[in-house]
């Protein structure tokens, strides 16, 4: 049984200050005990739309060599959330997530597939795909924890996502995000938990939760949920961590009770 830990942090555009803030937490979780620790989605910039490509980076940038150091220093799994990523098609972005190995080797790389383009309520008009370009590759990677299933926030409203990293062997789903007020109050939770019942996998779901400039307000929330759809962790307000346990014989036991995986019909 392991400890794993959803991030929780109201990341700006001070990058240095954000960058501080997910060292502290990631250094926090370690000392707790925690083997594989979650950033949340934009967690080392959350800035003005204009200012989106001086923010971005390449994998071998400042933000995810110090990740990888972070994870090396801490002996941790590290789910560093999503960075912007430069060298997409047509002088876009990238919405990335990498994962770091204990000892600091890039495990895993996911561009976000679904890309927010959405008008929720707020006043504010999101149009994600101006700036960003999708990926196109289903990601999964083996990590001390079990097999860790990728996804960045808007994926979560698609499940046929989460049914092919099921497919491909995951037990544990990532959800880094940075869900608006208006859609995380009703959704965030009930989607959650629905990804995790219907592949019958751990789920979990470092949050941006706050106030990150007077347009921007997120929902937070972050938590870990088990396979039987139980929120087993969540996050206060403002930064912090949900940590929880990740049982296998728990997992073993409702996949072999419920073996609803092995009764599928349709793909």
């Keep these: 049984m392991h400890l794993i830990a959803a991030a929780q942090m109201v990341s700006t555009a001070d990058k240095a200050h954000n960058l501080d803030s997910a060292t502290r937490l990631v250094r926090r ?79 895993a790389v996911y561009r976000k597939i679904h890309l927010f383009d959405v008008d929720v309520g707020d006043g504010t008009p999101y149009r994600e795909s101006e700036a960003v370009a999708p990926g196109s590759q289903v990601v999964a990677a083996d990590t001390e924890v079990g097999r860790l299933g990728l ?34 109050k009703d959704h965030w939770e009930v989607l959650l938990r629905a990804r995790a ?44 961590l949900a940590v929880a346990p990740v049982d296998p014989e728990l997992l073993a036991r409702i996949r072999k009770n419920l073996p609803c995986l092995q009764h599928r019909r349709l793909d």
């Design 29 to 107: 979780a370690s000392g707790l005990g925690v083997r594989l620790v979650g950033l949340p989605e934009n967690f080392s910039w959350m800035g003005p739309e204009a200012e989106r490509q001086g923010a971005a980076e390449t994998l071998e940038g400042p933000t995810l060599s110090r990740m990888a150091e972070l994870a090396r220093e801490r002996k941790v799994t590290l789910l560093a959330g999503s960075i912007l990523e430069t060298g997409a098609p047509g002088g876009r972005l990238y919405n990335t997530t990498v994962l770091f190995g204990p000892d600091g080797a890039r495990l």
């Design 151 to 184: 996804s960045i926030c808007y994926d979560l409203r698609f499940p046929e996502l989460y049914r092919r990293l099921a497919k491909e062997g995951a037990s544990l789903l990532a959800v880094p995000a940075a869900f608006t007020l208006m859609t995380g």
């Design 197 to 240: 019942i219907e592949n019958q996998c751990y789920l979990f779901a470092p949050a941006q939760g706050g106030r990150h400039s007077p347009q921007r307000v997120t929902w937070g929330h972050a938590m870990v949920i088990d396979p039987w759809g139980l929120v087993t962790a969540r996050a206060s307000e403002g930064e912090g």
